[in-house]
């Protein structure tokens, strides 16, 4: 993959967590952090660009936004943001993104060996692995740092940050599972996607 399209690849993918965070949320709990689809888009962005590549993207996303362009969820912008309660879930979403990036190619790296020798395609529990890569992002980053986030911003204790928290675990196993589904539909249209070096 040569440089410009690495570049445009991680722009378009910046831009499409912007939207995703744009669209109106859900508020819950009541403690200031609703309901998104930022996270389907974060965790895509792994999928399908790999770890090196879609840090990039996410990182560029929350860059932008900490300048001051609103593409946080509500159109929030600046380094305010860093004092609010989504804070911590900001700052963990290109680590996020990269580790189910890495994990998922050496799934997706290995299925397509497997598919090389013969194998076929990838069938459904190599994606359901790809799934897993998506939630290991999700419980080794996106939430213990949202938890922390929540605990330093709002002086919660852990106990009531982890209640806060749990309210969004279902919705983010709906949302990898369709990460995962349309970064199957992309990896398929382009398998080469599959064949980068994390």
Same mark, same amino acid.
């Given at each position: 993959m040569t440089v410009p399209t690495q570049v445009a690849l991680a722009g378009v993918f910046a831009a499409l967590i912007a939207v995703c965070a744009m669209l109106p949320p859900i508020p819950v709990g009541g403690f200031g952090v609703p309901i998104?689809?930022?996270?389907?888009? $974060?965790? +895509?962005?792994? +999928? $399908?660009?790999? /770890?090196r590549l879609g840090f990039l993207s996410v990182? !560029?996303? $929350?860059?932008?936004?900490? /300048? &001051? !362009?609103?593409?946080?969820? &509500?159109?929030?912008?600046?380094? &305010?943001?860093? /004092?609010?309660?989504?804070?911590?879930? +900001?700052? /963990?979403f290109p680590l996020a993104a990269g580790l189910a990036g890495a994990l998922s190619t050496l799934v997706l790296?290995?299925?397509?060996?497997?598919?090389?020798?013969?194998? &076929?395609?990838?069938g459904a529990g190599r994606w359901v692995l790809v799934w897993l890569c998506a939630m290991a992002g999700s419980f080794v980053f996106v939430h213990p740092m949202g938890i922390a986030g929540m605990m330093l911003?709002?002086? !919660?204790? !852990?106990?009531t940050a982890l209640g806060a928290d749990i309210v969004f675990w279902p919705g983010d196993v709906i949302k990898n599972v369709l990460a995962t589904a349309v970064a199957a539909t992309v990896i398929r249209a382009f398998p080469a996607l599959a064949l980068r070096r994390f």
């Open positions: 998104t689809l930022q996270t389907f888009a $974060v965790m +895509l962005t792994g +999928l $399908v660009l790999g /770890a990182l !560029l996303y $929350v860059v932008v936004g900490l /300048a &001051g !362009l609103p593409v946080f969820s &509500g159109f929030n912008a600046g380094l &305010g943001v860093l /004092a609010g309660p989504s804070a911590g879930y +900001l700052l /963990a790296r290995r299925g397509q060996a497997a598919a090389a020798r013969g194998a &076929g395609r990838m911003s709002l002086d !919660l204790d !852990l106990g």
